[in-house]
């Protein structure tokens, strides 16, 4: 064994193939062009390997303790990757649009839409086919091959992060224990959060009184959101009308972990739910940043795989979003100072046993 067997150097730097040198007329920044998407497929492949990770652990009835440090380390390595990602877009971008156009034609129909792993990534995060944007009117995987769209559909029928983290939240025993009830608390210390709230807002003196009204509204509109996770009704009403995507108890619990984060039992929870907000804020990011770096290059024209470009892309960086409720949660919090106080028995099931 030695470096270059054990990597496979010769079929690694062998996989490149200008499609401007077979065409007679080689462009120079056509090989960054090829080894930059190279790369991002081999991340793809390191994502989805975490994200296998994180989806066994989570997958079963009980989520042993033990391992959930090794779905949060899955988890935050993925984020390292995705900002990575982000930032292989400035190397990409010292080509020039004029640099691009010596072999863009060449490459048509291909196109990073055809990205199977990446989809593969989305669906595994909990993205599902109704979240998504048409892609020129057709569905994200219509220009995949057959294998491909295969594979996809196979994922798809798989539970997702999204659905076995919901499961897992739901099971959160310390939102009640011995007669504590975190929504009885909890509801009178939001309700005292938004009437001061409104207070505020209604006494601002640089506020025109329309604009009071449209801050009321909002404040106002959050609130039937959270009275939605007290009430199964009102909350099946609101969950179809797409203000929540993860199950009430589910949410229940989030709000909890985030609010009681200190507590030595949801540190690692905390994390967890951090992790997975910062891979959906990177990916949009990337989406962004992949929009804009469309824009740069070729403008309005249509991509190479015939889409709309940055059309698309900008709307998907908006719209495909996995954990846009964890992201909601943030509505609800309250200072610490103002956070109820649990009660001691709950206190002591979350501590670590060898406090005094």
């Given amino acids: 064994m030695d470096y270059a067997s054990y990597l496979q150097l010769d079929r690694l730097l062998s996989a490149q193939a200008p499609e401007s040198e077979k065409a007679g007329r080689p462009a120079h920044d056509e090989l960054l062009f090829i080894i930059i998407h190279q790369a991002y497929e081999l991340w793809f492949k390191q994502i989805l390997h975490e994200l296998e990770r994180v989806a066994t652990i989570f997958g079963g009835r009980v989520v042993d303790d033990r391992e959930l440090s090794g779905a949060v380390h899955a988890a935050e390595r993925v984020v390292k990757i995705a900002q990575l990602v982000v930032a292989q877009i400035d190397v990409l971008e010292t080509m020039t649009p004029m640099d691009f156009l010596e072999f863009r034609d060449l490459l048509v129909p291909a196109s990073g839409f055809q990205s199977e792993q990446f989809r593969m990534i989305e669906t595994r995060l909990g993205l599902t086919r109704a979240d998504r944007l048409k892609f020129d009117g057709h569905d994200f ?138 891979i959906d804020e990177t990916m949009a990011l990337w989406r962004l940043r992949h929009a804009l770096m469309v824009s740069r290059m070729i403008g309005r024209k249509v991509g190479t795989g015939g889409s709309s470009g940055y059309d698309y892309l900008r709307g998907s960086a908006e719209k495909h979003r996995a954990y846009n409720d964890l992201f909601a949660i943030a509505t609800f919090l309250i200072p610490r100072s103002d956070l109820p106080a649990l009660p001691e028995a709950v206190r002591a099931q979350m501590r670590y046993r060898y406090e005094g």
């Fill in 141 to 278: 995987d219509a220009r995949l091959p057959a294998d491909a769209k295969a594979r996809i559909a196979a994922a798809e029928a798989q539970p997702s992060i999204r659905s076995e983290v919901d499961d897992w939240l739901a099971r959160t025993p310390f939102v009640e224990m011995g007669g504590f009830d975190f929504r009885q608390v909890y509801d009178a210390a939001i309700e005292r959060m938004l009437k001061a709230d409104i207070e505020t807002i209604r006494r601002h003196p640089q506020l025109r009184d329309d604009e009071k009204q449209v801050q009321i509204a909002s404040l106002e509109k959050s609130s039937a959101m959270f009275d939605a996770l007290l009430d199964d009704a009102r909350y099946a009403a609101l969950r179809a009308e797409g203000g929540w995507t993860m199950s009430r108890r589910a949410l229940q619990a989030a709000l909890f972990i985030f609010l009681y984060r200190d507590e030595p039992a949801l540190q690692l929870p905390f994390r967890m739910l951090r992790a997975l907000m910062d």
